[in-house]
DNA sequence: TTGAAAGCGATACCAG
DNA sequence: CTGGTATCGCTTTCAA
């Protein structure tokens, strides 16, 4: 027997081969449980058959689910990731390389931003203009690229639903105060602000008055806790606020951890019947004096997206980009 | 100028070329940014240059730190990691198989263990003796696989140590209950056996007492915060036990935040100094109450020294498993 | 219905 | 010193 003859049966060309041939193929193929060497195969189709996974390790938390969305996806159409973290923009440079050396058929982008605002999003978006396919998660970084969000309005919207349904009319945001700034630092605190704006337009569809409360994060905002050590803080903020609050929506799931223990650290510092709620995951923590509503972000999710995005993609396909809400409890 | 010229000179066998020879092929290769297909190179060396990066999700807090160690070493040697997670012992076999027909050149395994115990420990260890490199971490579940695990040894005698040179003398090592059954069941518990031991030997070395207490884990011990709420409710095993300890030494970063959770809303809980030390990592907590000296697991040298061990057996060399205890402070 | 042959990009061997 | 040639495993094309 041929090796294109073995080749087309297996390759489920069967129309061409006589009943016989195509039994006995792949009887042998099972026998010898053949498995066809991707790489040999890629080399012939000028591709690799492999993803490059760059991921921001501040961003570390969302590492695991992404990755699981991701890679069920990929596998499925026999692509595999080569998942690689950065702390800086040279280390993404350097990361970069390293996937383009391995002719990755594509590439996820998770942007470094320095404290001076430099990053490499400029080179992402030439190469993306050179024929890369290349999708951008949790960022809006790089121009012209499609990309993979987070849908903060949409989380927003849903969380003050929620407290209103739960009969809450004073209904705070509590943010960190960079929430306005978005409009004018491309790319960075734009999740604050679409926040905000989908807290704003909910509250006033049902006819409440929306009060934001926002807590200054100092130094450095990347840095382990930042929000947590702000917001408890700040906590006061919230909780001595002269429109009384009953409840609030949060922006970050850290900030909820540091106002249940500030609230149970200080009895009598939250209201009766305080209720929060946030699109976002929250550590396991006891509270007793809060009701709290977690809308955990669809992580896994936008892995799936972001690989079904890329392998579109790849394939010429059109793609447009997502942004992803809190799911439906 | 003929390819095997080329690739002579570029892989630096330059004593059999002439000079110009040399320039010649060494500027055109800067000039057209050669760079050599790994895939192709692989093929011919019946090779990938993949390495396989089997992770447990339940483990994702070290996943970051874990990778990033790990790809600085396999970069450098020009391997490239294919990171893989799951969730089940299906999932992992599902996975194990991707990277086999990946043809990966070793494969990193941190075992899924199902609540049956069962597991791929048996299937891994039959394929390391077929001669597939492996290397496992975080677990003693594949038989004769060199590994790199965390000396929880070593980490409780840094801590213990740690306590009484801030003059404790009364210090309780709080821990899980199966604390004790390690011995019996292979794989499991061995790193609190192994905390137990180091925390006794420390304490009797010095001349103390020690005072084990355990706080029972009720359910799935693998669930979100399953430490966390276990620790909480028995807060008070610890902090009104008879031994009336002033410190004390813990197990699980989870079950210090759990302690110091319940230290500030309770006040007067907490005798005034209480010092805790931990093998672990602590999120960022408020706390005014306790003192907390927490060594950090080093994950980021356990990613660098599995990649060297899969490197090494790759490349021939004898191989050792390693425990890493905590970095001197 | 089948198989011979070319080629993907790199490497190894050996003859000139 | 230099280059022709075979090879890795797979896919495609085309002739038999």
């Known amino acids: 027997m041929s090796i294109p003859t073995v080749h087309q049966v297996l390759n489920g060309y069967n129309v061409r081969f006589s009943a016989e041939?195509?039994?006995?193929?792949?009887?042998?193929?099972?026998?010898l449980d053949y498995r066809p060497n991707i790489a040999a195969r890629g080399l012939r189709a000028r591709k690799s058959f492999l993803l490059g996974l760059q991921f921001n390790a501040v961003n570390y938390p969302l590492i695991a689910g992404f990755t699981r969305g991701f890679q069920q996806m990929c596998t499925a159409q026999s692509y595999a990731p080569i998942f690689?973290?950065?702390?800086?923009?040279?280390?993404?440079?350097?990361?970069?390389?390293?996937?383009?050396?391995?002719?990755?058929d594509g590439l996820i982008v998770n942007c470094a931003v320095g404290t001076t605002g430099a990053s490499n999003a400029g080179r992402f978006a030439e190469m993306r203009q050179a024929g890369t396919h290349l999708v951008e998660v949790f960022g809006r970084f790089v121009d012209g690229a499609p990309r993979v969000t987070l849908d903060y309005r949409a989380g927003a919207v849903a969380s003050t639903e929620l407290l209103i349904a739960k009969g809450h009319k004073k209904i705070a945001l509590f943010t960190h105060s960079d929430y306005r700034t978005s409009e004018r630092i491309?790319?960075?605190?734009?999740?604050?602000?679409?926040?905000?704006?989908?807290?704003?337009?909910?509250?006033?569809?049902?006819?409440?008055?929306?009060?934001?409360?926002?807590?200054?994060v100092s130094g450095?905002?990347?840095?382990e806790g930042a929000h947590y050590f702000s917001a408890y803080e700040n906590a006061k903020l919230l909780l001595n606020h002269p429109a009384k609050p009953t409840a609030a929506v949060f922006y970050r799931g850290e900030a909820v951890e540091a106002i249940l223990h500030y609230a149970s650290a200080n009895p009598s510092a939250a209201p009766e019947?305080?209720?929060?709620?946030?699109f976002d995951r929250v550590a396991p923590t006891h509270s007793d004096a809060i009701s709290l509503y977690a809308l955990p972000q669809p992580i896994e999710d936008v892995g799936q997206a972001?690989?079904?995005?890329?392998?579109?993609?790849?394939?010429?396909?059109?793609?447009?980009?997502?942004?992803?809400?809190?799911?439906?409890?």
């Open 21 to 31: 041939t195509r039994k006995k193929v792949l009887e042998a193929a099972k026998e």
């Open 306 to 329: 972001a690989a079904k995005l890329l392998l579109d993609s790849i394939a010429g396909r059109e793609v447009e980009s997502i942004a992803m809400g809190p799911k439906k409890p």
């Open 273 to 278: 019947g305080f209720g929060i709620s946030v």
């Open 186 to 216: 491309p790319g960075l605190y734009w999740t604050a602000w679409e926040h905000w704006r989908g807290y704003e337009e909910t509250m006033r569809q049902a006819g409440l008055e929306p009060t934001t409360i926002a807590y200054q």
């Open 84 to 104: 690689l973290t950065h702390v800086s923009t040279e280390d993404e440079a350097e990361n970069c390389r390293t996937l383009i050396d391995r002719r990755v």
């Open 220 to 223: 450095d905002r990347t840095r």
